[in-house]
Nanobody
């Protein structure tokens, strides 16, 4: 019903930058929340940055001051600008949105397939 397509991942040197993009398409009525998660090898998936339905933002302590989440509501897109990247940022990054589909009730979590971000020399 809803698909999330991510782009922007890749290999980058420490100190470099990447911008991840995520576009939602399908039978969307409303989007209540948008966020980015990541999962590094051997670690649990964690929230990196997100929007609440009220428009406030939250960030993991490890990325504050370096990452910025933004969105384009008209395009159903969310972005993650990642600056000053560190090797420990290496992970698969997942786009997540809480969506009410057309004709549906309540919000349902939708996830992208994940995009690999590798920070290495």
């Amino acid at each position: 019903q809803v698909q999330l397509v991510e782009s922007g991942g890749g290999l980058v040197q420490p100190g470099g930058s990447l911008r991840l993009s995520c576009a939602a398409s399908g039978s969307i009525f409303t989007i209540y929340g948008m966020g980015w998660y990541r999962q590094a090898p051997g670690k649990q998936r964690e929230l990196v940055a997100g929007f609440t339905s009220a428009g406030s933002t939250k960030y993991a302590d490890s990325v504050k001051g370096r990452f910025t989440i933004s969105r384009d509501n008209a395009k159903n897109m969310v972005y993650l600008q990642m600056n000053s990247l560190k090797p420990e940022d290496t992970a698969v990054y997942y786009c997540q949105m809480v969506v009410t589909v057309k004709g549906g009730f309540g919000g349902t979590d939708y996830w992208g397939q994940g995009t690999q971000v590798t920070v290495s020399l």
